[in-house]
């Protein structure tokens, strides 16, 4: 054993290493967020000046606005639809490959192809983009993280049940609301929480899809605007809570994750 | 049929646009911008024009360097997490993937406030005595390679730990019994049956730093441009779409590329384990 000690210290050293990386730049921009001068050069005293003036600025609460009905649309067509093709893949009699490919492209395929196939769609059909297009088009990348999600809980999931429940008479309606759900529901949770996060922080798409004019903006696009003409020691406060916001989301969905497989 | 809804919404929303896309890409830019139905090659053509073959070449080699950075410093990280106590690795891994869910625009951001001219890094190097000119490597093609290896690094620890955890111990046990040291192992048992989940996260950094637009434009300033920029300018700038879908296509025939590699080579991995065991 303490043989096997002696071993972990470079292990320790290379995680340190590779954590401080991952966390140092967003340590420092929390940390800006509460600086008085908002400079990153010199630390002149704690302040929540920052947060102050973004909850007086009416652009990014509206922004921020449009940002919840998208994610909460978004994240209940989505969750409903990844919960049954989750279910329906698990439940066919043969793996059929062209449904495995159509589950996982939105995964794989680079976003800003999506956006401007997206872009090209709706313009094609004279469709007036808002926000119920990005709403539209954000479900097409969350309902396959909820697949996924939904699919890795399935295969630990004992069938046996839904025969007994079927060999006892109940119909299969039935069995789906008693016996299946509950079994399933914290993962679905989980994975609607994933849906969520994905959709408040998702840009490329919304970019493209929102249209012209700033009526149907998302957070994401306005702090793309504010990094892109000038930094406003703002962006700090609002980076800092959308974190806090995605952190908190997927602490959630990792804590269901661990509950169900336990 | 369960999975009904999905796949309606699946082909209505993603299939078709694709496809409408890919179409265009087959016809004429009107004068006026817009699309004139005729048909032609010349939008494939221009794809490799010496001028946007540069890009692609830029872009592939910015991706390619980002990738094999992200390896170098994901493996070992991946490896510590797997040699570290049984019940500590679920939280290790927890908090080295949860970087990767916070907005990527916000990660890029926190890049540009450590390397500007007036930033910490600089502020850093004074505190630590350097007294030469401040570094400029923000709209550097180092600061978007920095920005890409940061962004995706998470996935790669995520796509090595997966082989690693699922590695049969016995395995390295046994090598160490036939008298191999521990290096003699990593390198001929333990980094080869990793390779696939090597691959996997290499493909993915691959395909997601090659079609990026948002990391250029803001940590390289705009100055130089990658496949992603130039997508993003044929649709929103220059009004040429079916040029811009040509470059997209491009991209699509590039990760469908890989992966189909990928796929090849994981695959022939686990034949050739097969094969040994029998």
Known sequence: ?262 | MLAAPAVLWLLAFMVMPCLLVLSYAFFQRGTWGGIEYTFTLDNFAHVFDPLYAKIFLNSARIALTTTVLAILIAYPAAYAISRAPRVRQPMLLFFAVLPFWSNYLIRTYAWIVLLNREGLLNGFLSFLGYQGEPLSLLYTETAVIIGLVYNYLPFVILAIYSTLSRLNPELMEASRDLGAGAIRTFWRVTLPLTLPGVAAGGVFVFVLSIGNFVTPALLGGGRFQMIGNLVYDQFLTANDWPFGAALGMALIAIMVALLFLQARATSHASGERQGEAT
């Open chain 1, 1 to 262: 054993m303490s043989g096997m000690a002696k071993n972990r210290l470079p292990g320790r050293i290379v995680l340190l290493v590779v954590f401080g990386f991952l966390y140092l730049p967003i340590a420092v921009l929390v940390m800006l967020s509460f600086n008085e001068s908002g400079l990153p050069t010199s630390w002149s005293g704690f302040s929540t000046r920052w947060y102050v003036s973004l909850a007086g600025n009416s652009e990014i609460l509206h922004a921020a606005w449009n940002t919840l009905v998208v994610a909460i649309f978004a994240t209940l067509i989505s969750t409903v639809l990844g919960t049954l093709l989750a279910i329906g893949m698990e439940t066919r009699a043969r793996k059929s490959n062209g449904l495995e490919a159509l589950a996982f492209a939105p995964m794989v395929i680079p976003d800003i192809v999506l956006a401007v196939a997206l872009l090209t769609f709706f313009s094609r059909l004279n469709v007036a983009t808002g926000l119920h297009t990005i709403i539209l088009s954000h479900v097409i990348f969350d309902l396959a993280f909820v697949c996924s999600v939904v699919r890795a809980r399935l295969k630990h999931f004992d069938f046996s049940i839904v025969e007994a429940s079927r060999d006892l008479g109940a119909s299969g309606w039935t069995t789906f609301w008693r016996v299946t759900f509950p079994v399933l529901l914290p993962s679905i949770i989980a994975g609607a929480l994933l849906a969520f996060t994905l959709s408040v922080d998702e840009f490329i798409i919304a970019f493209f899809t929102a249209g012209p004019g700033r009526s149907s903006i998302t957070l994401p696009m306005q702090i793309y605007s504010m990094i892109r003409f000038g930094i406003t020691p703002e962006v700090n406060a609002l980076a800092t809570i959308v974190m806090a916001v995605s952190a908190t989301a997927l602490l959630l969905s990792q804590w269901l994750n661990k509950e169900q497989i336990q």
